[in-house]
């Protein structure tokens, strides 16, 4: 169950029976004010079912089977393009439950349990339909334009803190907001701006790189500055993301072709890195475009 004592700084990947897309979401956290977050760590879970679907690049197999440990895969096509912010600013952390549309008895009994000074997320464990019960219904950090609109105009007009009730085609929900941030920057570079930057000395000193491609790959062509960090891998080096690199510091992800790359910024997103750059068409157009005595594979 989730409780003060359990928290730590960040909290995993929001997978959850609300979300219709891969989108961001590979989730964990990081503002002080935070009191209560699930901590899945190993980001290895949950179905979602609230954000919106839309198209998928096929990677290959192994990867694909990667991501979807990852940010768990809700549908059979998802998004792999970068999104633009279609909110206000914000982001806000959500937990809730899920009971069946004729369950709105079992509901109304909750609500009043939680007003009596139960835990929601002690509740969902139990009683959720939602995969997200396994981490408390914590879904994680969100933004508008994600979810479906009964479940987004509930909860980002809810007030902190406070238990709200909302139905959508999966059922009845009871949502809390825990907390809210200014919503983060995640969006492509294209290898012309990348290679600008990289001629400036300091760059390498003020930016956090990271390649999520295999070694194999990396021993074949790779960028000076870049920290290997292997998405078969993601189990060793993911939890502890946030102790290796700064989040407040501007972050950029490379892979092959930058299928790969998005997937891990948009985790790095949700993890609170405040400014993410996904190196756009990845170490292959940056070979083509910017760098042809780079090998290309």
Known sequence: MLRVSHLTAIAPPALSALRLSLSP???????????????????????SLIFRPSSLHSPSLSVKWVLQRMVGNPCPKASFSAESSSGDGREILVQHLLVKEDNLKLLVDLQQRVSGGEDLSDLAAEYSICPSKQEGGMLGWV???????????????????????????????????????????????????????????????EAQLIDVR????????????????????????????????????????????????????????????????????????????????????
């Not at 979401?25 to 179905?47: R, Y």
């Not at 949700?270 to 005595?293: E, L, M």
């Open 25 to 47: 979401t590979l989730n964990l956290l990081s503002p002080s004010n935070v009191h209560k977050v699930s901590t899945f760590a190993h980001s290895q879970t949950s179905l």
């Open 214 to 297: 295999e070694p194999e790959e990396v021993a074949q062509a790779s960028l000076l500055g870049f920290q290997v960090l292997p998405l078969r891998k993601f189990g060793s080096w993911g939890p502890e993301i946030t102790t290796k690199f700064n989040p407040q510091k501007d972050t950029y992800v490379m892979c092959h072709h930058g299928v790969r790359s998005l997937q891990v910024a948009k985790w790095l997103q949700t993890q609170g890195f405040k400014r993410v750059f996904n190196v756009s068409g990845g170490i292959h157009d940056y070979a083509q475009r910017v760098d042809p005595t780079i090998p290309t594979y």
């Open 143 to 205: 933004r508008k334009g994600q979810m479906v609109p009964e479940f987004e105009e509930a909860a980002f007009n809810a007030s902190l803190n406070k238990v709200v009730r909302c139905k959508t085609k999966f059922g009845w929900h009871l949502l809390q907001v825990l907390s809210e941030r200014e919503e983060s920057v995640l969006q492509d570079i294209q290898p012309e701006e990348l290679h600008v930057k990289m001629q400036d000395p300091s760059f390498l000193d």
